[in-house]
């Protein structure tokens, strides 16, 4: 008998997702003709439940059945993309919604691919080094280093980091506020003071940042979400999608314009 129509979509929405096994199922009805068993072993739940979901879905006309296995309709092809697609969407929501307050207005701007294209590192009370230890990862692969607001450049293990790649001559800029420069010089004395000798080292000082840091590492970008009160680095969003990259890039260009240099000297 043919499925009413009536019904709202929110209905069939409602039913696919108060189950886990229905969408899976529908999908993979989508692919090639399967059998009751192959489903139950496919969703892991009974065949009885199968059974009741396959007579739901030829009852919307989603599927039918030739012989002992069953296959998606048109229709049921639709509706299974629509669902699959939905639920990249709501994962990629997700995935944003934990940094969301801390980044960039300008990433609501992006389109939902680009933010699905983000590797979002995210500190945990058990782990609150892991967005510190991800940046690490992208120092050690890169050959060239533009940072504003390199807070996060200057914490253990990524400062070891940042000195053997100004040791290898690698073309590093920082843009920072004074009170980075001071920590940054006070901290580490010698070793920022030899550090600043170096032609391929440069280091600039504003006093208008942004509470967000940039990282342009070749073709990869960094966005360092600092915690706003300790400092702390609460997340990092990585990306080599163009369009975050063509930004960054501008961020940059516009506060290194801005910024004045340093000198060690200045602070002794």
């Known amino acids: 008998m043919p499925h009413n129509s009536a019904e709202s979509p929110i209905g069939d929405i ?3 997702a108060r189950s886990k096994h229905r969408i899976p199922t529908l999908v993979a ?3 090639r003709p399967r059998s009751r068993s192959e489903l139950c072993e496919l969703t892991g739940v009974s065949s009885s439940t199968i059974r009741r979901t396959l007579d739901e879905f030829e009852h919307r006309i989603w599927i039918h059945k030739d012989g002992y296995q069953y296959s998606a309709t048109r229709l049921g092809e639709v509706v299974a993309a629509g669902m699959e697609e939905l639920i990249d969407q709501v994962e990629t929501e997700q995935k944003v919604r934990d940094v969301w307050p801390w980044l960039p207005d300008e990433v609501s701007e992006f389109t939902i691919e680009t933010w699905a294209a983000m590797t979002i590192t995210v500190a945990e009370p058990d782990a ?3 967005p510190v230890n991800r940046f690490e990862s992208l120092l050690n692969e890169t050959n060239e280093l533009r940072l504003v607001r390199p807070e996060i450049a ?3 293990p990524c400062f070891d980091d940042l000195v053997q790649l100004i040791d290898q ?3 590093v800029v920082l843009v920072a506020r004074p009170e980075s420069h001071t920590y940054f010089l006070s901290t580490f004395p010698e070793r920022s003071s030899a550090m600043m000798e170096q ?3 440069t280091v600039l000082e504003h006093d208008d940042l942004p509470p967000y840091g940039i990282g342009l590492l070749d073709e990869r970008v960094a966005i360092s979400c600092y915690e706003e009160e300790s400092g702390m680095v609460h997340a990092l969003v990585d990306t080599d999608e163009t369009a975050v990259r063509e930004w960054a ?4 260009e516009t506060f ?3 910024a004045q240099p340093v000198r060690a000297q200045q602070y002794e």
Do not use: G, H, N
Not at 249 to 252: A, G, M, Q
């Open 14 to 16: 409602a039913y696919l």
């Open 29 to 31: 009805l989508t692919e």
């Open 128 to 130: 609150p080094y892991r």
């Open 154 to 156: 200057l914490m253990e």
């Open 169 to 171: 001559e690698v073309d």
């Open 199 to 201: 032609d391929c080292f």
């Open 249 to 252: 890039k501008s961020v940059y």
């Open 256 to 258: 290194t314009a801005e």
